[in-house]
Every structure is written in C-alpha cells, then in structure tokens.
C-alpha cells in the first residue's frame, strides 16, 4: 500500500477544491523587464524568458513557478505575448506555469507548493511564505535554450527533481517539464500553464476567435461580464465588451478526447498563435479579460517513489481562420 501525501484537511481542504490561489498574479518585480533574464532569439521568433532571482526575480510570489516565465514573445515581430500600451497593461505574467494543489506537510499548518516553495496555513487566501524552493540555472552550449532545475528534500519524505527548459525551435517556442519523485512517499498534483496570449498586440473582443480541432461536448461558463462569448460548435468566439475594465470569463471544457491543441486568432490584425500539447489534457480552462485571451490545458500528476512524468507545450505562428458569413448566428 502506498503512503501518500496529498489528502488535506481543515482550510487547505476547502483551498485545494476551490482553486483559490487567485492572487498573487501579477510580477513582483519593480521594473519587471529589467529583472533577471535570457533573450532567446532566431531569425523569425523572441523570446523574454525570467531567470532566477530570489526576491529580485520578474515573478516571486506563492502561486506560479518562481523562474521560466516567458514575459514577451514575437513571431516575426509581431508579438502575441508582452507588456506595455494595450497588451497586458505591463501587469500580468505572460506564459508562466503553476503546479495547483499544495501538498500537506504532516503535523503542521504547511503545505509544499512545487516550483514556489512551503507555505504556512492560517488564511488559505493569503498564506505565508516560510521558505523558498531554490532554481539553478543549468550551463548549456546552446543560446538558444534555457534550462532551470529545482531538486527539493523535505524531512517527512516529500521530495522531488523538477527539470524546466525554454527553447527555440523551427518558427516557434516550446517549454518542457520532467518532474520525478525522488522521495518515500506518493504525491499528487496538477499543473497548467496561464498562456496570457494578445495576438498582435492588442485587446481581446471584437471578434477575437479560439478555436479547437474538434467540437467541444462541455462548454460551462463560470462567470460572463460583458465578453459576449459565445460557442459555435469547435470555436469560442469573443464580441467586444462594454466594460473593457471589468470584463471577464472563465469557461470550463471536460469530456473525452480533449484537444491537444488550440488556436487563438485576432482577425483585426491577422495574427494568431497556436498552442499545442503532447498529452490529451484532463480538462481545459479558458480565462480572459479585455485584453487577453488565456487556454489553459490541465496536466494531472500522481507519483510513486521513483515515478516520473515529462510533458511539453508547444507556441507556433497559426494560420488565418475562416470567417463566418455576414448574418450567421451563434448559439
């Protein structure tokens, strides 16, 4: 019988099946384009990626991975990902990824957040930071490539070896993860990457299309101010909101055989990105706000001693989508 380590109790409880890790969203950093980071670069794609950096790095708060976010990327460009004018309003984080549920220290108000580092109880809304996980960043011949490390070994036999790389490749970016337990007890989590995405550098609405590779059976709108989505068979198709400072959805997509892939298309300015993965995803979350547009395919993991999980992400330039005809409706 496994010994295992992710059942909580009292307010994480409520935490965990909440999600309720909704703050701290934004860089901690004072100038968060001069904080430690690489710019990666080919003759057709840019990339911002944030080093390590302790209290002085782009994002050093308790809910997303502290090292690897992706502040600014460019196909040709033209950005899709970035601060500054109406893209993100130089507040939120770019591509940058989260592992959701904290796992209980026994015998304390503690929890192990991966990628952050053990955080202490109290409000589950606002806990304290009591410890920070350590990334290292690994040498490498290629320039083209940043690869992080994080190796952590708690007393209670919570441990683990997460491996993170940003790189370049042909035309587009990939990220990809290897976490292993290392440790003596079994482990669970999920992971999902928050793709702040604003084709061509503008705000969402008016026309702003995401589009599946197959019909979506589970469309459930969580909240809906002023987005005018609306769901027409494999695509979420977005009106322009009334409000662009309080505007906002959240929708959720279950069922068997979700896309492992996405495209988020501006017609306004003929550009879209295209964000694939290399694993059926458990379920997927849109968020978006007036000026982004945010897929986020969900990763489950659940680890024995000695097992370990490897995923990737993929962004590429997308091709143009079709339109629909003047006077076609949505449901």
């Not at 909704?22 to 003759?43: F, V």
């Not at 026994?106 to 053990?118: L, M, N, R, T």
């Amino acid at each position: 019988m496994r010994r295992a380590l992710w059942a909580g109790t009292g307010a994480w409880l409520a935490l965990l099946a909440a999600s309720a890790f909704a703050w701290d969203d934004r860089p901690t950093a004072t100038d968060p384009a001069a904080s430690p980071h690489l710019m990666l670069r080919s003759p057709r794609v840019a990339a911002w990626v944030a080093r390590p950096g302790g209290a002085s790095a782009f994002y050093d708060g308790r809910r997303f991975e502290t090292a690897g976010a992706v502040g600014f990327l460019a196909f040709d460009g033209v950005p899709v990902v970035g601060w500054g004018g109406p893209v993100n309003g130089g507040l939120t984080l770019g591509l940058i990824g989260e592992f959701v549920d904290p796992i209980p220290i026994p015998g304390s108000d503690h929890v192990a957040k991966v990628g952050v580092g053990i955080l202490r109880g109290g409000d589950p809304r606002d806990p304290e930071r009591v410890a920070r996980f350590t990334w290292v960043e690994e040498p490498g011949p290629d320039p083209t490539v940043l690869t992080l490390q994080q190796v952590v070994r708690l007393d209670h036999g919570f441990a683990y070896r997460l491996s993170k790389s940003v790189a370049l490749e042909t035309g587009g970016l990939r990220i990809r993860y290897r976490i292993e337990n290392t440790g003596s007890v079994t482990w669970r989590t999920r992971h999902y990457t928050h793709n702040f995405l604003a084709p061509g550098g503008m705000a969402a609405g008016a026309g702003l299309v995401i589009r599946f590779p197959h019909p979506i059976e589970r469309f459930v709108q969580s909240a809906k101010l002023n987005l005018g989505a609306s769901l027409e068979q494999s695509e979420i198709r977005f009106a322009q909101p009334e409000r662009p400072d309080a505007a906002s959805l959240r929708v959720d997509l279950a069922g068997a055989g979700l896309p492992t892939e996405v495209t988020i298309w501006n017609p306004h300015r003929g550009v879209g990105i295209r964000v694939e993965t290399d694993w059926e995803p458990r379920f997927y979350r849109v968020f978006a706000t007036w000026n982004e547009v945010c897929p986020e395919p969900y990763f489950e993991i659940d680890l024995a001693p000695g097992e370990s999980a490897s995923w990737s992400l993929g962004y590429a330039p997308a091709e143009p989508l079709p339109q629909p005809a003047d006077g076609a409706g949505s449901r």
